[in-house]
Nanobody
Framework: VQLQAFGGGLVQAGGSLRLSCAAS????????IGWFRQAPGKEREFVAA???????YYTDSVKGRFTISRDNAKTTGYLQMNSLKPEDTAVYYC??????????????????WGQGTLVTVSS
């Protein structure tokens, strides 16, 4: 299983980025996709998740600004990030797994992780 996260970069506050997570896992459609981030000097934290059924979950700090989605035909997940703030600066990781019976906001729910993509938001 391979996950590749890309789409990070440098953006000014208020700007937008779309992260992508390309997965080789099969069947992709049965898996939950999670996005996590780790800011410098901080622990990795949950950002958003989308289940196989399309249910979405967000941490409070990104609600209304970030949108998670998936394209099962392309076996790819997305994280659209709008109205970015300097505090969104972090390495963003995507993860996937069957999360039945597990909390989708927990890192322990996911066995497969991508390498991370850096998002830097300048003020």
């Amino acid at each position: 299983v391979q996950l590749q996260a890309f789409g990070g970069g440098l953006v000014q506050a208020g700007g937008s980025l779309r992260l992508s997570c390309a997965a080789s896992v099969r069947p992709f459609s049965t898996k939950t996709i999670g996005w996590f981030r780790q800011a410098p000097g901080k622990e990795r934290e949950f950002v958003a998740a989308i289940t196989s059924g399309g249910a979405t979950y967000y941490t409070d700090s990104v609600k209304g600004r970030f949108t998670i989605s998936r394209d099962n035909a392309k076996t790819t997940g997305y994280l659209q990030m709008n109205s970015l703030k300097p505090e969104d600066t972090a390495v963003y990781y995507c993860a996937t797994d069957n999360t039945w019976g597990r909390a989708v906001d927990s890192q322990r729910a996911y066995a497969y992780w991508g390498q991370g993509t850096l998002v830097t938001v300048s003020s």
